[in-house]
């Protein structure tokens, strides 16, 4: 099976950085993207940054603060966060394209990310 564990949210004050971590675990042949999408209550779970095969794409309202960085060695994926704001408040899902025994997305558990003003 394979799980991906999420760390790394918390509280924190407008204008100030936290850094996700998501790692993944398991029987894995390959992970062909990663990426972070959030959902804030009463909204739709949205796409924060993805990564594939070297490249890195994000949503319009996170660009210039936000940083996805991947360590293919660990199966780990990053997201730092800068210049935090309220609307940022959500809980950050990681999600895998993954390959094993056949090929499926998989999401983690969620983090809480509150940033109060």
């Known amino acids: 099976q394979v799980q991906l564990v999420e760390s790394g949210g918390g509280l924190v004050q407008a204008g100030g950085s936290l850094r996700l971590s998501c790692v993944a675990s398991g029987n894995i042949f390959s992970i062909n993207l990663m990426g972070w999408y959030r959902q804030a209550p009463g909204k739709q779970r949205e796409l924060v940054a993805i990564t594939r095969d070297g490249s890195t794409a994000y949503a319009d309202s996170v660009k210039g603060r936000f940083t996805l960085s991947r360590d293919n060695a660990n199966n780990t994926v990053y997201l730092q966060m800068n210049s935090l704001k309220p609307e940022d408040t959500a809980v950050y899902y990681c999600?895998?394209?993954?390959?094993?025994?056949?090929?499926?997305?998989?999401w983690g558990q969620g983090t809480q990310v509150t940033v109060s003003s």
């Open positions: 999600n895998a394209d993954i390959t094993n025994w056949a090929r499926q997305f998989y």
